[in-house]
């Protein structure tokens, strides 16, 4: 039963990377051919570079996940690694936030120019959903952490 669960959960991780890499590749340089006339170039294109720079830190925390799951594969999911690819997840997932915090005005500038608030209600929920993975992540972290320690206890105690 457990291989089946972090079989699917790999599958959404590994579907979610997919959907990115695709997004990357085909739909935002078609969005930056399509709006390259319509915005001026020092709004739309440190948006589209933002927008990239993001990627990375989403592939990062999207590997780290591949790494967990791997880890309750083996039973060794209450290990030190645990804790850090939890940190790395919380990491990745502020460094998006801050990424989209900083494209944040330009999407303003965007938004108001096309008279479309949405621009900038999806830059929102981009900047609030990394934060709460990322608090997320810190406080599984923490958790751990602490029933690492208190198992290392207990199996000092005989």
């Known amino acids: 039963?457990?291989?089946?669960?972090?079989?699917f959960l790999r599958a959404a991780v590994i579907l979610m990377g997919l959907v990115i890499l695709a997004l990357c590749i085909f739909g935002l340089p078609s969005i930056a051919k399509g709006f390259d006339g319509y915005f001026p170039d020092y709004w739309l294109y440190p948006t589209i570079t933002g927008m990239y720079l993001s990627a990375v830190p989403f592939f990062a925390a999207l590997y780290?996940?591949?790494?967990?799951l791997s880890y309750i594969d083996r039973n060794t999911a209450f290990?030190?690694?645990?804790?850090?690819?939890?940190?790395?997840?919380?990491?990745?997932?502020?460094?998006?936030?801050m990424l989209y915090a900083a494209i944040l005005p330009f999407l303003?500038?965007?938004?108001?120019?096309?008279d479309a608030p949405g621009l900038i209600v999806i830059g929102l929920v981009v900047i609030f959903a990394s934060l709460v993975?990322?608090?997320f992540a810190a406080v599984l972290q923490k958790l751990l952490k602490n029933a690492?320690?208190?198992?290392?206890?207990n199996d000092l105690t005989v």
Request: net charge neutral; charged share 25%; proline share 0%.
């Open 1 to 7: 039963m457990e291989r089946i669960s972090t079989f």
């Open 64 to 68: 780290q996940a591949l790494k967990l």
């Open 79 to 97: 290990s030190d690694s645990s804790v850090r690819a939890l940190k790395v997840i919380k990491y990745c997932a502020l460094a998006i936030c």
């Open 108 to 114: 303003y500038f965007m938004a108001e120019q096309d």
């Open 133 to 135: 993975i990322g608090v």
């Open 148 to 153: 690492i320690d208190i198992k290392s206890e």
